[in-house]
């Protein structure tokens, strides 16, 4: 018994509560008033504008009353309220009104706050009428001693309760004063651990209203998560990309350095044993690849982070594969007894590319072509006209791609047949650069092949305007 006297009264929550259902009355009326006038006045006067004004005012205003609240719910009542609203994006005013009056929370609170009302009367009556009567008892044995000390006349304890102290003191009505005081405490405490009880009640019920869903809350959580971690892999991208771009950077002057070496080492007029000068052919070598290597990458690297600086503007295709065959068609009979053929459409519009860039593709898909056909074999390059752009096919008669390579042929650093494309020199940067290059140009390719017999690439670019 005690133990339960010293757990109501010794917990200042019961207190705090108490102070929160009396509070609840004149400011669960202040709101209902406000609110109602406020939404019947903009409602009805919303035609001419002014009520818009009043309404967003209004609303404006049961937004901070509910954040209020909630403070009060947490602080007085001890209810652990969610956040009113969930973290978003800086919005305009009036966006953020609208997105306001999309949430759930919004409506739920406006219900609390005028609910908020009823809820004060009662408790309002409640509180007073069981703490006053309470007390009256309480003070029963303390008025029967005031009068017995001070007074003469009867004296009037608790609604419908007389003392007659005139009759000799400490006797039967003291004991019955005694007793109603006692009555008192015991009535005080339960009017307490109730008043608490409706207070927790309500906390638990402002719980449910003044906070955001528990799943939303979640949700936003995992998205604030899933930005973060995006933001730390696009900062880890983005230095991947600086590194090998700062690299290749660096790079170019040692090897610049040592093929500056190796040439003089070459000159004739230097005498150098034959397994020296054979040494010295293999650097050479392999600085050239080391070298190409390094270009390969920067480019990459350079498309990444959308830095491919090209000019793009109308082209003339047929003219620029025309230039590039004749270039290449020599090497070709030299090196493998190739024919490089070029025929084109006789009208073939403006295309929309980077000479240079379109060039280098061009020499790419020849040089892949001569690589992978036997001697003898024929490289055809077709320039063509379609309804929207201008077609470049690159075929070639030769070993062709297996099926299931052919998906794959444009991913970086891949290769066929990684034996014979590493004696080709080939790094499998190639394939992917000319992807890249042609995207940055607005144009595509696409690559078909039959195994034994031959493969062609096929390059779309845009017709210009
Ligand atoms: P690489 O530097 O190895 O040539 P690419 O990216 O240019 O790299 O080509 C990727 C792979 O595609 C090559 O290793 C090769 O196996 C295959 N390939 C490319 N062009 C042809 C072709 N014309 N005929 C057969 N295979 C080809």
């Keep these: 018994m005690t133990e339960a006297i010293q757990r109501v009264l010794g917990d200042r929550w019961t207190y705090l509560r108490i102070v929160y259902l009396l509070l609840a009355f004149p400011l669960g009326t202040t709101y209902f008033v406000l609110l109602i006038t406020g939404l019947s006045v903009g409602v009805g006067l919303s035609i001419i504008g002014v009520g818009l004004v009043i309404l967003a005012l209004t609303v404006v205003g049961w937004l901070f009353v509910a954040r209020f609240e909630r ?75 005031a009068q017995v000390l001070f007074g003469p006349s009867q004296i009037q304890v608790g609604p419908g309760f007389t003392l007659f102290p005139n009759n000799p003191p400490f006797g039967g009505e003291f004991l019955l004063a005694v007793a109603i005081g006692a009555l008192g405490v015991v009535l005080g405490v339960g009017s307490m651990a109730l008043l608490s009880g409706i207070g927790w009640a309500w906390g638990r019920f402002a719980e449910q209203m003044l906070g955001v869903d528990p799943s939303r809350l979640q949700l936003a959580a995992a998205e604030a998560e899933a930005a973060s ?3 730390r892999a696009e900062r880890a991208d983005h230095s991947r990309r600086e590194l090998i771009v700062n690299a290749s950077h660096e790079l170019r002057t040692p090897i610049a350095s040592i093929s500056a070496h190796v040439e003089s080492l070459q000159k004739p007029e230097r005498e150098m044993d034959a397994e020296s000068h054979q040494y010295l052919g293999v650097i050479e070598t392999e600085t050239k690849r080391l070298s190409s290597l390094v270009d390969d990458l920067l480019v990459l690297a350079r498309a990444d982070a959308d830095e491919l600086r090209l000019t793009v503007g109308s082209v003339n295709v047929a003219e620029v594969v025309a230039g590039i065959t004749t270039a290449m068609a020599p090497l070709a009979r030299q090196e493998r007894n190739l024919s490089l053929v070029h025929t084109s459409d ?28 036997p001697d003898g074999g024929i490289i055809t390059v077709t320039t063509q006209a379609d309804p929207d752009s201008v077609i470049v096919s690159v075929a070639d008669t030769g070993i062709g791609i297996e099926p299931h390579d052919l998906p794959r042929i444009f991913d970086r650093f891949y290769r066929a047949d990684q034996s014979r494309a590493r004696d080709s020199g080939g790094s499998g940067l190639g394939l992917a650069i000319v992807r890249e290059l042609l995207t940055a140009m607005g144009g595509s390719i696409t690559a078909e092949s039959t195994v034994g017999s031959g493969s062609t690439f096929r390059i779309r670019l845009r017709k210009a305007p």
């Design 71 to 145: 403070e009060l719910a947490i602080h007085l009542l001890g209810a652990s309220v969610r956040p009113f609203s969930l973290p978003g994006e800086a919005l305009r005013p009036w966006p953020r009104l609208l997105k306001t009056l999309g949430e759930p929370t919004t409506w739920k609170a406006l219900a609390y706050l005028l609910l908020e009302f009823p809820f004060g009367i009662i408790t309002f009556t409640l509180t007073i009428v069981l703490l006053s009567i309470s007390l009256a008892f309480i003070a029963a044995p303390f008025a029967y001693l």
């Design 229 to 231: 971690q995006r933001r």
């Design 346 to 373: 006789p009208e073939v519009p403006l295309a929309l590319a980077d000479p240079a860039r379109l060039g280098q593709v061009i020499a790419n898909l020849i040089r892949n072509a001569v690589n992978h056909t």
